[in-house]
């Protein structure tokens, strides 16, 4: 029961990047605007959020700073692809280039440890939440191990991530702005027809994008871990590109694919080490590879067909 409930616990640490991205992603691709800079915007935002929690020793700064950066890169996405109607895959894969190589060389010339910053302590870093009745109840069978590991203990952007998934469920499918969002997905013209900008509609879809992306960086550096080290987010954009994918451009699927893929990070890092029966000793390179050869074989053969926004990936152009 102790392993389980530490797998469990580390499931929902490491799925929270995972979640985040994946959320940034569906308010972006739902207003027809593909990104795959997803993993550029959190490394840049995982690096600008340790640097300035290092340097004013508050994590609330550090988030700021990391949403800030993140939103920045998001509005040159859109500058390229919504206002010059550029290849959303290709400003897409600068911004991920641009990121990895601004993060190393900025890191070098302020910090001097080799791309990394300082490492962050007290109030530089969100601290754990412990929620009420977590202690009293820790020694109950079953309910108090959930309750007082899996789901009591975490930092704020936790509980944020996961308030996302019913606030954005909300947002796409009972408000107006959602309706207009995936309106403009699906048939930009006829929106535009109707009088609303699909420009200004699209790019608050990226500023979200950039916000939630942030908060994903923030995460990674100020929150999970006590610093910034190189290319820390680790392909967790892709993979969060691949549980959107899994989930159909849906909220709660996607929380749930993001927990799936979550799990298995979390059992790659567990089983490390381990000798198997009639294998022996794994290399850990193959068990570091295993969240990825899954998330190939989920994509592969158990969603079926994933029909993406119609107008995703494509520039509109207003007819005159």
Known sequence: MDTLVQLLDAMVRVSVPLLLACLAGLYSERSGVFDIGLEGKMLAGAFAGAAAAAASGSAWIGLSAAILVAVFLALVHGF???????????????????????????????????????SLAGDARFQTIELPGAAAVRDVPVLGPIYSEI???????????????????WA???????????????????????????????YRAV???????????????????AGFVKDMTA????IALAALIFAKWKPVPAMFACLLFGFLEASSIRFQGMDWPLVGRVPVQLINALPFVLTVILLA???????????GGVAYV???
């Open 80 to 118: 390229a692809s919504i206002t010059h109607r550029g290849n959303q895959i290709v400003s897409g894969v600068a911004i991920n280039f641009i990121a990895a190589g601004s993060t190393i060389i900025l890191g070098q010339a302020w910090f001097r440890q080799g791309g990394r910053t300082p």
């Open 151 to 169: 789901i009591s203990g975490h930092s704020i952007l936790v509980y944020f991530a996961f308030f996302m998934v019913p606030f954005t469920w």
């Open 172 to 202: 796409l499918f009972r408000t107006r702005f959602g309706l207009r969002l995936r309106a403009v997905g699906e048939n930009p013209a006829a929106v535009d027809t109707a009088g609303i900008s699909v420009t200004w509609l699209r």
């Open 207 to 225: 500023i979200i994008t950039g916000i939630l992306t942030g908060v994903a960086g923030a995460y990674l550096s100020v929150a999970q871990n």
């Open 235 to 238: 392909g967790k954009g892709f």
């Open 301 to 311: 053969g158990f969603i079926g067909r994933a029909v993406p926004p119609k107008a």
């Open 318 to 320: 207003k007819e005159r």
